[in-house]
């Protein structure tokens, strides 16, 4: 079973290393000596081992994954490059040609001005938080001593055909039976890692494409535009008659849909659209896991389908983990991480749109039925910037979200916490009146913010 690190993190957040580029921890010094510790960390055995790296669009990407290139090489690492790729597909792509570990560079959701590293094992599986104190403990060691001798530093190679192979793994889990013909799909790509591959899935399975976000100049990626802000996605399946829109965001592992009405579906929606039909089909396992975002009118749905709901922290490592102790093959969160643990290993934006894709087909209903199957309760999100851990400890605080707590009773729910890749404190209120539950957000950022 992963624990979560209760210490001080130096490094890593809730997904990987993340942080402004060119400022700490997002320098080249930093991220090559990522690279060194990790390649020691993961040297075990006499044979070639090897790092798979692929990256998103942002301008820093080339930076640091020169940077960690050197430090793989320097410890006796070979590198492979796939260049802009989904993070789903450096996961695949670390299982079929039996990396050591692969790494993908990329802040995911954030602007330009962001980016992070993540590390995935053998399996393709997100790092533990005990692995990566283990790797920051090396990190701000003497790293000479890992040196390779000169006959055993690494080699670097561009793999050509990268891209080829995640669209045939991902073409795979659709159904082979369904074809997309006569679907019109509004695809935004959040100028961003996916940005040649997803409109050339959709395509190759017959659909009509208008692609959105497919332009990437090292700037723009998720600005505007993608999962983060899916409005211009809605506008253009309104405009073009589409069927439905798909939104990733900058590395593909998140995804959040519309209907044909322009109706936004968020990723509690989509999983309860899949694990529907899932449990329909007999291919459900052991329920779903979700976090404690996901909004709670899913959850009374779910009982009402008689598919029990199981609540992890939040992060997708840790859906991951809960799904592994209770057996389950499909989870996700709110923001749109989808992971079925019976095609991927982390969230995959793609081929959990081709799943309600097959939905559609399936039941032959469009998107505002089968998977509008419940409406949301009313859930306000804020951020308050620049504000650490610590604040949660202070009394006033702790009183401020007690009170709001017990005045809000079994109505709803209210969530406080740290951000894990930005400085900032979260506030989630949910409740069945948005004046009363938007009241109480303002308090509690009020009484953070104090």
Same mark, same amino acid.
């Given at each position: 079973?992963?624990?979560?690190?209760?210490?001080?993190?130096?490094? #890593?957040?809730?997904? $990987? *290393?993340?942080?402004?580029?060119?400022?700490?921890?997002? /320098?080249?010094?930093? =991220? &090559?000596?990522?690279?060194?510790?990790?390649?020691?960390?993961?040297?075990?055995?006499?044979?070639?081992?090897?790092?798979?790296?692929?990256?998103?669009?942002?301008?820093?990407?080339?930076?640091?994954?020169?940077?960690?290139?050197?430090? #793989?090489?320097?410890? $006796? *690492?070979?590198?492979?490059?796939?260049?802009?790729?989904? /993070?789903?597909?450096? =996961? &695949?792509?670390?299982?079929?040609?039996?990396?050591?570990?692969?790494?993908?560079?990329?802040?995911?959701?954030?602007?330009?001005?962001?980016?992070?590293?993540?590390?995935?094992?053998?399996?393709?599986?997100?790092?533990?938080?005990?692995?990566?104190?283990?790797?920051?403990?090396?990190?701000?060691?003497?790293?000479?001593?890992?040196?390779?001798?000169?006959?055993?530093?690494?080699?670097?190679?561009?793999?050509?055909?990268?891209?080829?192979?995640?669209?045939?793994?991902?073409?795979?889990?659709?159904?082979?039976?369904?074809?997309?013909?006569?679907?019109?799909?509004?695809?935004?790509?959040?100028?961003?890692?996916?940005?040649?591959?997803?409109?050339?899935?959709?395509?190759?399975?017959?659909?009509?494409?208008?692609?959105?976000?497919?332009?990437?100049?090292?700037?723009?990626?998720?600005?505007?535009?993608?999962?983060?802000?899916?409005?211009?996605?809605?506008?253009?399946?309104?405009?073009?008659?589409?069927?439905?829109?798909?939104?990733?965001?900058?590395?593909?592992?998140?995804?959040?849909?519309?209907?044909?009405?322009?109706?936004?579906?968020?990723?509690?929606?989509?999983?309860?659209?899949?694990?529907?039909?899932?449990?329909?089909?007999?291919?459900?396992?052991?329920?779903?896991?979700?976090?404690?975002?996901?909004?709670?009118?899913?959850?009374?749905?779910?009982?009402?389908?008689?598919?029990?709901?199981?609540?992890?922290?939040?992060?997708?490592?840790?859906?991951?983990?809960?799904?592994?102790?209770?057996?389950?093959?499909?989870?996700?969160?709110?923001?749109?991480?989808?992971?079925?643990?019976?095609?991927?290993?982390?969230?995959?934006?793609?081929?959990?749109?081709?799943?309600?894709?097959?939905?559609?087909?399936?039941?032959?209903?469009?998107?505002?039925?089968?998977?509008?199957?419940?409406?949301?309760?009313?859930?306000?999100?804020?951020?308050?910037?620049?504000?650490?851990?610590?604040?949660?400890?202070?009394?006033?605080?702790?009183?401020?979200?007690?009170?709001?707590?017990?005045?809000?009773?079994?109505?709803?729910?209210?969530?406080?916490?740290?951000?894990?890749?930005?400085?900032?404190?979260?506030?989630?209120?949910?409740?069945?009146?948005?004046?009363?539950?938007?009241?109480?957000?303002?308090?509690?950022?009020?009484?953070?913010?104090?």
């Amino acid at each position: 079973m992963q624990k979560k690190y209760l210490g001080q993190k130096k490094y #890593f957040g809730t997904d $990987g *290393i993340r942080g402004r580029a060119n400022s700490s921890p997002m /320098t080249a010094d930093i =991220a &090559m000596r990522a690279g060194m510790a990790t390649g020691a960390l993961f040297r075990r055995g006499e044979h070639r081992h090897k790092v798979v790296i692929a990256k998103d669009t942002r301008l820093s990407g080339y930076m640091l994954e020169s940077a960690l290139t050197a430090g #793989f090489l320097s410890v $006796g *690492i070979d590198v492979f490059l796939v260049g802009p790729l989904p /993070t789903p597909a450096v =996961a &695949m792509l670390t299982r079929s040609m039996r990396a050591d570990l692969g790494v993908m560079v990329s802040a995911s959701h954030n602007l330009y001005e962001d980016n992070g590293i993540k590390f995935f094992d053998a399996q393709g599986e997100k790092l533990s938080d005990a692995m990566e104190q283990l790797i920051t403990e090396k990190m701000d060691s003497d790293l000479s001593k890992y040196y390779a001798p000169p006959e055993l530093i690494g080699r670097a190679k561009r793999i050509d055909d990268a891209r080829g192979r995640y669209i045939e793994f991902a073409k795979a889990t659709f159904p082979k039976h369904l074809r997309l013909d006569g679907l019109k799909i509004v695809i935004d790509c959040a100028h961003g890692a996916a940005y040649q591959i997803a409109p050339l899935i959709l395509q190759e399975l017959g659909a009509e494409i208008i692609a959105l976000g497919d332009h990437p100049d090292g700037f723009n990626i998720n600005k505007d535009c993608g999962s983060t802000f899916p409005f211009a996605m809605c506008d253009a399946v309104v405009a073009h008659k589409a069927q439905l829109g798909i939104a990733l965001d900058g590395d593909a592992d998140r995804v959040v849909m519309c209907d044909e009405n322009g109706r936004l579906l968020d990723g509690d929606q989509i999983l309860a659209t899949i694990a529907t039909a899932w449990k329909k089909n007999g291919l459900l396992k052991g329920g779903v896991v979700a976090t404690h975002m996901s909004n709670l009118a899913f959850e009374h749905y779910l009982t009402t389908q008689k598919i029990k709901l199981w609540r992890s922290d939040i992060g997708d490592r840790y859906v991951v983990e809960t799904m592994r102790q209770q057996k389950c093959n499909l989870g996700g969160e709110q923001s749109g991480h989808i992971l079925m643990r019976d095609y991927t290993t982390t969230g995959d934006g793609l081929i959990a749109a081709l799943q309600v894709l097959a939905v559609m087909l399936e039941e032959n209903t469009p998107l505002s039925v089968c998977g509008r199957l419940f409406e949301p309760m009313p859930q306000i999100l804020r951020n308050v910037a620049g504000q650490s851990a610590e604040k949660l400890k202070n009394q006033e605080v702790k009183q401020a979200i007690a009170s709001a707590t017990e005045h809000l009773g079994n109505r709803g729910r209210i969530l406080v916490r740290k951000s894990g890749t930005e400085a900032k404190i979260r506030v989630m209120v949910e409740g069945e009146e948005l004046g009363e539950i938007e009241g109480i957000a303002d308090s509690l950022c009020g009484a953070i913010s104090a």
